[in-house]
């Protein structure tokens, strides 16, 4: 007889832990349930925006659209002939420094001479720019 109450106890604590189980699972699929609706929700959105952004750039891009801008704020002109230069005009290639010399941008200002630059003050500015300061 005690035999059969513990058969009954142990069947009756086996249905309960099964219902736990069965009561997890549910739970468990309407939570990742949920998850799967709020994904989608977001998968759209995320699409929404991607073709409102896709509109901006093809409105964005659009010539005419670029052409009406650069008369608005640019105030371009057509380019004259004499804006261009010509071949002749172009420096030669300053002379290149040896292998041998540690300070490459020294020699080789050393060596080109007076060769035009794009600053300021020229050649002669960037000289200056290397003698220590006197306090």
Known sequence: ???LRLINLLAIACLIGAAAYVYDIKY???RRAQKVAHLRIEVRHEREQIAVLRARWARSENPIRMEQ???R?????PVKPHQ???ISA???RPPQP???TEDLIGAFLEKAGDVPTGSIGGHAAASH???PSQR
């Open 90 to 92: 172009i420096p030669d």
């Open 28 to 30: 468990d699929t309407t």
């Open 98 to 100: 040896d292998e041998e």
């Open 73 to 77: 704020f640019l105030h371009l002109e």
């Open 69 to 71: 801008l650069t008369d």
């Open 84 to 86: 261009f230069g010509m």
């Open 1 to 3: 007889m005690i035999f």
């Open 129 to 131: 720019a290397h003698q």
